[in-house]
C-alpha cells in the first residue's frame, strides 16, 4: 500500500521509488519480525525456500524496471496488474472458490473461535485471548522434494520445486515493484498452498527484509551506471528512513495484534483494498 501513496499522492513516479520503498521494508520489518520469532510462528523452511527464489528474482525485476518501466503510466499499469491479480487470489479465499483453502481456513477459524470462547468462560480480558502461546511452528521435514511443518495441532505442506519457481517470479515483480519479493508470495502461499496465514505473515516478513537489503544495494549499484534518460535510480534515503520509523512501530504493533484477529477478516480488508487501487490504476492507463 505505500508505493501507491507515493505515486498517486506524492507523486514520486522516478525508479529511485522502487528502491525507497526496499529501505522502508529495511527499517519497519524488525519489529514485527522480532514478535513472531518470540512468539516461535517462524516457519523457517519456508522463510529460506522463498528467500533463496525470490533474490535472483529481484535482481532481475530491478534492471527491467529502469529499462522498461520508466514511463509511470506504465508503471502505474503493471502495479494495478499486479494488484488485481492478488486481489482476485484473496477474493477466492473469501468466497471459496478454493476448496482445499476454505476447508483448512474453516478448521482454522473454528479453533480461533473456540479458543476465544474458552478464554470468555475463563472470564480472561479480550487481550489475552487468541491463538495459545503453545500454538508454535515446528518443521517435521525439510527436503527438496517437500517441506512438512507442524502449527497448533495441524500439519501442513507443500512441495518445494513449485514454491522456489513461483518465488523467482514474485521476486521479479517485487524487484520491478519495490517490495522485495515476500510481501507479494504470502498471498499466494495462503490462495495456492493452502498454508496458514498466522505462519505465512513471519516468513513472509523475513524473506521481504532480507531480499529489501539486496534490492536497495543492487539499485544503488545501478545508479552509478548509465540509465536510459538520466532517469533518477538512487533511493530517496530520507523519504525511506521517514516511511520506516513510522512502519517500524506498526509492523510490531500488527504481528501483536494480528493473532487476535479472524483471518476472515484480516483477508476481507486487504483483498478490499487491493481490488481498490488495482481498478484505480488501471482505469487511469487507459483514460485519456
Known amino acids: 500500500m505505500l508505493l501507491p501513496f507515493q505515486v498517486s499522492v506524492l507523486h514520486f513516479n522516478s525508479p529511485s521509488v522502487s528502491p525507497t ?23 523457517w523452511a519456508l522463510t529460506w525456500i522463498v528467500c533463496i527464489g525470490t533474490l535472483p528474482g529481484v535482481f532481475i525485476g530491478a534492471w527491467l524496471r529502469i529499462h ?44 480461533f473461535a473456540e479458543q476465544i470462547a474458552r478464554m ?50 514474485v521476486g521479479l515483480i517485487g524487484g520491478i515493484y519495490g517490495i522485495g519479493g515476500g510481501s507479494i508470495i504470502a498471498p499466494f502461499c495462503v490462495s495456492v498452498f493452502a498454508l496458514p496465514v498466522y505462519t505465512v505473515a513471519g516468513a513472509a516478513l523475513a524473506s521481504t527484509f532480507i531480499t529489501s537489503i539486496a534490492g536497495v544495494i543492487y539499485y544503488q549499484i545501478l545508479a552509478l551506471t548509465a540509465v536510459p534518460n538520466a532517469a533518477v535510480i538512487a533511493p530517496d534515503w530520507l523519504l525511506g528512513l521517514l516511511f520506516g520509523v513510522g512502519g517500524m512501530c506498526g509492523t510490531y504493533l500488527g504481528a501483536y495484534f494480528q493473532r487476535f484477529l479472524s483471518e476472515r477478516l484480516i483477508k476481507i480488508v486487504l483483498s478490499s483494498l487491493v481490488l481498490f487501487l488495482s481498478m484505480m490504476y488501471i482505469i487511469q492507463f487507459f483514460a485519456k
Open 68 to 111: 522498461y518501466f520508466l514511463n509511470p503510466k506504465n508503471f502505474k499499469f503493471f502495479i494495478g496488474i499486479v494488484l488485481l491479480y492478488l486481489g482476485y487470489r484473496m477474493a477466492g479465499d473469501i468466497f471459496g472458490w478454493n476448496k482445499k483453502t476454505k476447508a483448512q481456513n474453516a478448521l482454522l477459524n473454528k479453533k
Open 120 to 169: 470468555k468462560e475463563a472470564n480472561v480480558s479480550r487481550m489475552t485471548a487468541g491463538i495459545p502461546a503453545d500454538a508454535i511452528v515446528k518443521t517435521k521435514h525439510f527436503s527438496l522434494s517437500k517441506v512438512e511443518y507442524e502449527f497448533w495441532g495441524d500439519t501442513y505442506s507443500f512441495n518445494t520445486i513449485p514454491v522456489l519457481i513461483l518465488s523467482l517470479v
Open 21 to 43: 520503498n526496499l529501505i522502508y521494508n529495511i527499517i519497519a520489518i524488525p519489529g514485527g519480525l522480532y514478535r513472531y520469532m518470540k512468539e516461535k510462528r517462524m516457519a
